[in-house]
């Protein structure tokens, strides 16, 4: 067994000292009915599907590492605050159930759960990476090699490697009363030895700790044959050289381990100077916060997992054992060291916007209508252009923009540097955008040094809402409002391989809408005047609601009714309820759900008219369209939040309508129809929380593949939905 699961957790941390050390086997998870799936069995259930693609082999097999690695990274996320979550409701003594909603479970019956699905999840993560893809890796000849296992060259290589770039960063540490046990930074990979001092007739063992510096690459490259890739794992480097750092000891056992830690974040408002303040160090505390999980080399001497376990005051279910790579992860870096595009995605070209031959710029272009992007099948550099062409426009008066996540030297953080030296430049940025903090304070000095006026929206609330808004005294003497709401954050990386909706619009009311919104923002001044926009925390979650019975009166009425919703998650209380009244009535309802889903679909007398589905693919499907029948007059509309709490309740939100009739078409029949059609990518939810494939692997129709051949007319003839690809 690749993980094992020693106990079931307790209702308090034991004293990890006396707890027991045997292995046993994991029980089964106790049922749950409910009409309603648990929030964190539902996120497994999705990183579960990420999974079967690193395991389906009909992808590219440099593509199947990466996913592999992004099940890794998803579960380390979801431990260090997920579970962290269950753990500290424990330690402060809550014991009531949650609502249905959560799956009606204690937090102590939620974590005796998740411990047997986390226990099963990482099992099957490691037979994936030793089953299948390092049998298909090495006969490709890419081999991550042992030190013993190394030619002479390679050794040579190595040793020189770690002699230059490696042994200068290293600190050996020896646990004994004059040097404590170090602080083991969150996520730090490191290296436990257990020791024993070459002194005649000592006998007691000590424990030595070793970090690897986050700063070189787990992968060392190694010199090898035409074809070939060779790499060894920079902690077995390491560790082959460990004796050397303990002249004064006998090296018993060494393994490579690492600890997860709580990185939920907690500001006490009243106690703050200010959010950047309170955030800065709050992301201090997050590199020491309790530990939540061990993981450890299978086969690493008990002893150390004893004392490293006790040190950490861990129970025993939350010791790790790894048949690989402590972690997987990192393995994310492999596809790019590896020039083989044989084993990687096919290129693909993002369709490229050009302006009309009759426009003057990308402003006269606009004006003349409302203008809709599919990213990454749509280039998003329409979107940095515009974004540009206002920074440098002298006719631009003034720029407004929220920034949720960017990327290193964005042109379009550069555009709003520049911008501010000489217009009026408003940035709302969201300091509490998990795990971008540190970068997002960063560009907030730099902003307000460039002369940018840089706030922080509401407090309490994140601003999620993804607007721009651009004022220009055109040539004829007006002066107009631009904007571009969007599905996505301003990050030209992710826009290559997340799916989202850009719109650029002149529209008055449109327009006149975000301004009201970054008031709100900027000034918490509440308005009258956001309509046609869903704002939230505001209008949006009664608006949604109101939308949905609407629907439902129109069904028992004989008019067209239907819902199509697409969206990241699907959590909400109210919603779900909502949605099963409305099926209740008989209207027929498709949703598109990426990741957890309470919703429970196909009940008799409930559901029956509800399908879900998610679709796991090369992309991520992060755009979010709503979709209402409207007794024959849709409305459709899209935005940046999901049918969650904390979307519609607990941060700052705008949905737009889509508008122009050709637009409109191209929402519905091209993005929205090509999922539905899809039978080759897509999981259909089944009434018991399970997902089975639309169709058998390798065959049927793909979205994603079809969207990608119409931007792309290079890849080949365009797939038609009930046809094998």
């Not at 204690?106 to 049998?135: G, H, I, K, M």
């Not at 490191?190 to 000592?202: D, P, S, T, V």
């Not at 004796?243 to 490579?256: C, I, N, Q, T």
């Not at 009244?581 to 559901?607: F, H, N, T, Y």
Request: glycine fraction near 6%.
């Amino acid at each position: 067994m690749t993980t094992k699961s020693v106990s079931a957790p307790s209702t308090r941390r034991r004293n990890p000292a006396k707890a027991a050390n045997t292995p046993a086997p994991p029980p089964e998870p106790p049922p749950v009915e409910t009409l309603f799936f648990s929030r964190d069995e539902s996120w497994l259930h999705f990183n579960e599907r990420v999974l079967e693609e690193a395991q389906d082999p009909s992808n590219p097999l440099l593509e199947r590492v990466k996913f592999l690695a992004i099940t890794a990274s998803n579960l380390d996320e979801f431990v260090e605050i997920r579970v962290a979550g269950i753990l500290q409701r424990i330690e402060d003594g809550i014991s009531m159930p949650q609502p249905a909603d959560e799956g009606g479970l204690s937090p102590q019956q939620r974590l005796d759960r998740l411990s047997v699905l986390l226990a099963r999840f990482v099992e099957t993560q490691y037979n994936c990476w030793n089953e299948q893809l390092l049998p298909a890796l090495e006969k490709e000849k890419i081999r991550t090699l042992k030190f013993a296992d190394l030619s002479s060259k390679q050794r040579a290589h190595a040793l020189n490697f770690y002699a230059n770039e490696v042994d200068p960063l290293l600190t050996p540490v020896t646990i004994d009363p004059s040097h404590p046990f170090p602080r083991v930074l969150n996520k730090a990979l490191c290296i436990a030895l257990l020791l024993r001092h070459k002194r005649k007739g000592n006998t007691t063992t000590a424990l030595g700790v070793v970090t690897v510096p986050r700063s070189l690459p787990r992968l060392v490259c190694l010199p090898s044959s035409a074809g070939t890739y060779d790499f060894i794992l920079l902690h077995e480097l390491i560790e082959s050289q460990v004796d050397k750092m303990f002249p004064g000891y006998e090296v018993l056992s060494r393994s490579a381990f690492r600890v997860t830690r709580n990185s939920n974040l907690y500001m006490q408002e009243e106690e703050s100077r200010s959010v950047l303040e309170s955030v800065r160090s709050e992301l201090h505390n997050r590199r020491k916060g309790d530990a939540v999980r061990l993981e450890i080399e299978d086969g690493a001497n008990e002893e150390i997992i004893e004392r490293l376990r006790t040190n950490f005051e861990l129970d025993p279910w939350q010791v790790f054992r790894t048949k690989g790579p402590v972690n997987l992860s990192r393995m994310m870096n492999l596809p790019s060291e590896v020039k083989r595009s044989d084993l990687k995605y096919p290129d693909f070209k993002a369709r490229e916007f050009k302006i009309d031959a009759k426009s003057t710029d990308i402003f006269d272009q606009i004006r003349k209508g409302d203008i809709l992007f599919h990213h990454p099948f749509d280039s998003y550099k329409v979107v940095e252009d515009f974004i540009t062409a206002g920074a440098l426009d002298p006719h631009v008066m003034s720029m407004k923009q929220t920034l949720y996540r960017t990327s290193k030297d964005s042109s379009i953080f550069r555009a709003l540097t520049d911008a501010g030296q000489n217009k009026e430049v408003t940035v709302v940025v969201e300091l509490m955008a998990r795990f971008d903090e540190d970068s997002n304070i960063r560009w907030a000095r730099e902003l307000e040094d460039a002369g940018v006026g840089v706030y922080h929206g509401i407090f309490g609330f994140k601003t999620h809402c993804k607007l721009a808004l651009l004022v220009r005294r055109d040539p004829d003497g007006v002066i107009r409002r631009y904007v571009h709401l969007g599905t996505g954050n301003y990050n030209p990386v992710t826009s290559r391989f997340y799916t989202d909706i850009s719109l650029l619009t002149a529209n008055p009311e449109i327009t006149a809408a975000v301004q009201h919104v970054f008031n709100y923002l900027t000034a918490e001044a509440e308005s009258d005047g956001y309509k046609p926009l869903l704002v939230a925390p505001l209008t949006m979650a009664s608006t949604f609601l109101e939308l949905i019975a609407r629907e439902a009166e129109h069904a028992k009425e004989g008019k067209p009714a239907g819902i199509i919703a697409k969206v990241n998650g699907l959590l909400d209380r109210a919603t779900v309820e909502a949605l099963y009244e409305a099926s209740k009535a008989g209207v027929q309802i498709d949703l598109i759900v990426r990741g957890m889903c309470s919703l429970r679909p196909g009940v008799p007398g409930l559901s029956e008219n509800i399908r879900v589905r998610s679709i796991v693919g090369r992309f991520l499907e992060h755009s979010r369209i709503f979709i209402f029948e409207n007794g024959g007059h849709s409305e459709i509309f899209c935005g940046s939040a999901d049918w969650m709490a904390r979307n519609l309740h607990e941060r700052c939100e705008v949905v737009f309508p889509i508008t122009d009739t050709a637009l409109r078409h191209r929402v519905r029949d091209e993005i929205i129809g090509s999922y539905l059609a899809d039978t080759r990518k897509a999981r259909l939810l089944q009434p018991d929380g399970h997902y089975e494939r639309a169709t058998h692997k390798g065959q049927g129709f793909s979205a994603q593949t079809h969207l990608m051949c119409l931007a792309d007319p290079s890849m080949g003839d365009t797939s038609r939905p009930g046809t094998d690809e």
